[in-house]
Every structure is written in structure tokens, then in C-alpha cells.
């Protein structure tokens, strides 16, 4: 079982509307996690970093929130755009600097329609 | 412009011939990895290095080789490509001391 878990699959909007991505998680230790954006056919881009004691943390009309207790975060997406139509993915790592410990999730498929 | 690249972009082999993709990162980073990613999944690390001639296995090693003999390059090697190897493939490369990682454009593969 992956130990993180995005929902839904994937979403269609329309353009102009808010929509909001979940994401949870049973890694432990927790140290932190990521949002990314990946567009079709290009490499993730990072979005959003939270760590343990951040709860939100916002990247122009991208808001994360983090619930540690839960093991839950969100991404709110606000007044989408076309260009808003992507996977995004949540990443949990066990240790700040380490590198062989992130945990990615499945992705979530965004469509934005005009 | 800070990048990390990887060639080829595409490729289609047959299985059992030899192949090697390269990555290249142009930001002087000691943390580099490669990752496998494939539908209904989510990335999975493949191997990674912190730095020159040091590398160490990720989560799914099997069938595959790198190696770190500059701290620009990461080759990802498959000896003898099977078709279960046959996924879309990103290089990445972070400074230890920072917490962004950044991913190449990916390479697609086909084994026959």
C-alpha cells in the first residue's frame, strides 16, 4: 500500500473556478511535504515546502495546508487557469536532507476547461 | 539558466541491448537521483548519489547501473533492458543544503 495517498485520481474544472486537491499520508518520522506540478511531458516543479510545525503556505493562487495530526494536506488551487491543467503530486519525507526517503503519491490529474 | 538535462528524450530498444541515459546539471548540486515513473504510481527512486562516487540504491535497483565520476553527471545504465523497464525516466539533482530538488524533462522508454 503506497504511504501516500492522493485524491481524487483526477478533476475537471472550469476555467476560473476553485478546486482542492487531497493528499494523506501514513509516513513516519515526518519531516516534511511538498507539492508539485508536473505538466504533460516535463519533469515535476516544485510548488509548496512545509515542514512540521508550518500549516499553510500559499504560491500566488496555490494554497497548502498541512494537518500533522491527521496526516492530511490540501492544495487549494484559487480562480484556476488553463495553464493551472496538470499532475500534481504530494511528496512526504522522513528527514529533512536526506535524499533516498521521499515518498511520492500517485498524482492527481487537473484538467481546467475553457 | 540552471537546468538539469537529459538525453535522449525518447528512445525504443529491444530487449537485451545495452543503453545508457544521460543527466547533466549545470547548478554545482552533490544530491542527484534518478526515478522511474509509471501509470498509477508514484515516482519511485531508482538509485541515487550525494556525491562524486557515491551512489547507493533507492527503492528499485534491480536491472539497472549508475555511476558518479563528476559531480555534473549521473548515467543511468540498463545492461539488459526488459520490457518491464519500459517507463518514463527523471533525473533529479538538489543541493544538500537546500530542500527543492529539481527534475530534468524526463525520458520515455520502450523495450521490445
Known amino acids: 500500500k503506497n504511504q501516500v495517498e492522493q485524491s481524487p485520481q483526477s478533476l475537471i474544472i472550469l476555467e476560473g473556478k476553485n478546486c482542492t486537491l487531497q493528499c494523506n499520508y501514513t509516513v513516519s518520522p515526518f519531516s516534511n511535504l511538498r507539492w508539485y506540478k508536473q505538466d504533460t511531458g516535463r519533469g515535476p516543479v516544485s510548488l509548496t515546502i512545509?515542514?512540521?510545525?508550518?500549516n499553510t503556505k500559499s504560491n500566488g493562487r496555490y494554497t497548502a495546508t498541512l494537518d500533522a495530526d491527521t496526516k492530511q494536506s490540501s492544495l487549494h488551487i484559487t480562480a484556476s487557469q488553463l495553464s493551472d491543467s496538470a499532475s500534481y503530486i504530494c511528496v512526504v519525507s522522513q528527514s529533512l536532507f536526506n535524499n533516498n526517503d521521499m515518498r511520492f503519491g500517485a498524482g492527481t490529474r487537473l484538467t481546467v476547461k475553457p | 539558466e540552471a537546468q538539469v538535462t537529459q538525453n535522449p528524450r525518447y528512445l525504443i530498444t529491444v530487449t537485451g541491448k545495452k543503453l545508457t541515459v544521460t543527466c547533466s546539471q549545470n547548478?554545482?548540486?552533490?544530491?542527484m537521483s534518478w526515478y522511474r515513473q509509471d501509470p498509477g504510481l508514484g515516482l519511485r527512486q531508482i538509485y541515487y548519489s550525494m556525491n562524486v562516487e557515491v551512489t547507493d540504491k533507492g527503492d528499485v535497483p534491480e536491472g539497472y547501473k549508475v555511476s558518479r565520476k563528476e559531480k555534473r553527471n549521473f548515467p543511468l545504465i540498463l545492461e539488459s533492458p526488459s520490457p518491464n523497464q519500459t517507463s518514463l525516466y527523471f533525473c533529479?539533482?538538489?543541493?544538500?543544503?537546500?530542500?527543492?530538488?529539481?527534475f530534468g524533462p524526463g525520458t520515455r522508454l520502450l523495450v521490445l
Open positions: 533529479a539533482s538538489r543541493d544538500y543544503r537546500q530542500e527543492t530538488q529539481y
Open positions: 547548478m554545482n548540486h552533490e544530491y
Open positions: 512545509m515542514t512540521f510545525s508550518e
